[in-house]
């Protein structure tokens, strides 16, 4: 039987119970409000894995009953289950209590409705265990997929959950950001939030207010505030939205803004915390605050805006949040913002260090760790780098006081990837936030996530998924910096260039990796006999995810054919090329609107259409 988190501690016996059809469920007179609504979502999901449902009531339990009772003189989010003949007695804190009814769910989706007996101690090592999902750069999702997220977190005892949130919340007095988009509503949110609250999940806003603000400072009315002057003018590039539009802290205008936008946005939330991002501000002192930066110095200018938003949270009952990069130059000043701060200390490499995670300590900072599922610019996630990363980054957060680990699914250049691929990259990181102490290997970890994610597949899958990304040579990002190129983007030439030209040698094993990605395929169809016919939606996202790699794959090879002469063996035919992408990009729409709003699918179509029409130009002069 596999559980995740790892519990704790758990002793099996040799007992067994039956969950007779007849048994109730009883929430004893010590359970709060919270506890007792929590419960009678326990029964529903446990009528959906037993088949049959259970009587609910508040009272006093009999044998053969699962008994639910409070104890807050338990360590906080700590819960304790006895299961044996004589029934089950699920016991702990609050906020325990909710764990414990996910371990019961996992147990009874294996087992049935007979439970091997078990004596289970268990609480988590880090107090906030989270995930973080960018809204803003490509994909909206819609409330359903979030509400189903929110389902999966709670099931392995997570507890916080952020939206990234650029320009796609629909601002009241900010139309110029999102009429071109399919915003996040303040109804939405509100909903979300009582769906989360109810299951033991903090929905923590976030707002960028800083760096990364493309659609604010391109639009008429605030392009003003950009650091770069005529920024707003120059032709869309997903660089350039990931790099330049950071907002001009000497401009005191700047920071009033944004406490408009702040403040409309946190009303909307129970949280009493909230995230200003204040990440990657590349541009800062550059521009319009170079003045101020050279008199004052740029730690100083950075320091003082994120401190004046910061002030503004904490005078309103707010904890703000930020990301760390920009103060890990200048850590020190940590100590000059508001002592409620949190950082959110981020780093993203399979083998990422702990020195910056020592520093933020040393300095005296309140941090979080954040890995990532390392799924951005990918067409399949690369969950072997998220295992790694996650398992790092955990270790770090228990060695360094860290309080909180904030798993992160970001979507560079138009958040491409589906984001149910990020499934097992979330589960790394809610089991390893839970238990740093006990972490299986990578293939074993991924086996006991099939067995609870997929419902009892053959162990197999997401092994075999994990190979994928392996045979990936022309990427998602690649084929996106060539595109640029050939439009003229003249900024990033350099910069596209020696990324391309870093990557010239890999083409070469085209042939040889799209043959892999074919036999790779073939098991993914082998292995969809084998999931339960619940989970089988997943088997097309993958399919769909594998023929991009392949297509890709061979379309980087008529790219650096054109590119720098480079030859092949085996060229694709480019007409036909052309109309395998086109098809392949129909379904991977039906796949992609059935999570997500419109969004920015528009600007990913315009990219198939380049490359389609480009195909057919070099096919027809071939």
Request: net charge negative.
């Amino acid at each position: 039987m596999d559980l995740l988190p790892i519990p704790r501690k758990i002793v099996k016996t040799e007992e067994r119970y039956e969950i007779r059809y007849d048994a109730w469920i009883i929430a004893e007179p010590s359970c709060s409000e919270l506890v007792k609504r929590q419960a009678g979502i326990f029964a529903k999901e446990l009528e959906k894995e037993l088949g049959y449902g259970l009587a609910f009531s508040r009272g006093t339990g009999r044998k053969g009953d699962i008994i639910i009772r409070q104890d807050d003189t338990c360590r906080p989010e700590s819960y304790r289950l006895w299961v044996s003949q004589q029934g089950v007695l699920l016991e702990g804190e609050e906020k325990g209590l909710w764990h414990g009814m996910q371990t019961l769910l996992q147990m009874i989706r294996q087992e049935g409705g007979s439970l091997p007996g078990v004596e289970i101690e268990d609480e988590p090592a880090l107090p906030n265990r989270g995930y973080y999902f960018d809204c803003a750069r490509g994909r909206v999702p819609k409330l359903s997929w979030l509400k189903e997220l929110a389902d999966r977190m709670a099931y392995y005892k997570m507890n916080q959950l952020q939206l990234y949130i650029e320009h796609s919340f629909l601002f009241r007095d900010f139309s110029e950001l999102w009429r071109d988009d399919t915003p996040l509503t303040a109804a939405e949110i509100m909903e979300l939030d009582d769906y989360c609250k109810e299951r033991g999940i903090e929905l923590v806003p976030s707002l960028s207010s800083f760096g990364h603000l493309y659609k604010l400072l391109s639009s008429r009315q605030y392009c003003d505030l950009c650091e770069l002057e005529d920024s707003e003018k120059q032709p869309f590039s997903y660089r350039a939205r990931m790099h330049h539009h950071t907002i001009n802290a000497a401009d005191s205008r700047s920071a009033e803004l944004l406490k408009r936008m702040i403040g409309e946005y946190m009303e909307l939330f129970s949280s009493r915390q909230f995230n200003i991002c204040a990440d990657e501000t590349f541009d800062l002192g550059q521009g319009r605050s170079r003045e101020a930066v050279e008199e004052l110095g740029k730690s100083r200018v950075y320091i003082n805006y994120v401190k004046e938003l910061a002030q503004f949270l904490v005078d309103h009952g707010r904890r703000p949040m930020f990301w760390g990069d920009v103060i890990l130059n200048f850590p020190e000043m940590i100590k000059e913002l508001p002592e409620e701060m949190i950082c959110l200390n981020w780093g993203y490499l399979w083998n990422q260090r702990e020195e910056e995670t020592r520093w933020m300590a040393e300095a005296g900072a309140t941090q979080y760790c954040c890995p990532g599922v390392c799924g951005w610019n990918q067409f399949v996630n690369l969950n072997w780098n998220a295992y790694e990363n996650n398992k790092r980054l955990a270790s770090y957060a228990v060695k360094y006081g860290a309080i909180g680990l904030l798993n992160t699914d970001w979507g560079d250049f138009a958040h491409m990837n589906h984001p149910d691929f990020s499934r097992a990259g979330m589960i790394y990181g809610a089991s390893f936030s839970w238990n740093p102490q006990e972490i299986p290997v990578f293939e074993e970890m991924n086996r006991r996530v099939e067995t609870l994610e997929f419902s009892g597949a053959s162990g197999e899958f997401l092994n075999t998924v994990a190979k994928l990304p392996e045979n990936s040579l022309f990427q998602w990002e690649g084929a996106v910096r060539y595109m640029e190129l050939r439009k003229g983007i003249q900024e990033f030439e350099e910069n596209h260039r020696e990324y391309l030209d870093a990557r010239r040698d890999e083409m070469k094993l085209a042939d040889e990796k799209n043959a892999c990605i074919r036999s790779t395929v073939a098991e993914l169809y082998r292995l969809s006999g084998t999931f339960p016919k619940g989970s089988r939606k997943l088997i097309k996202p993958y399919l769909v995810g594998a023929e991009a790699m392949r297509i890709f794959n061979d379309i980087g090879k008529v790219v650096y054919r054109e590119y720098c002469g480079m030859e092949f063996a085996d060229l694709p035919d480019c007409m036909e090329l052309a109309q395998e992408l086109e098809i392949w990009f129909y379904h991977y729409k039906q796949v992609y609107r059935s999570v997500s709003k419109e969004s920015e699918l528009w600007r990913m179509q315009e990219m198939i259409c380049f490359y389609g029409d480009l195909l057919r130009d070099l096919g027809r002069n071939a």
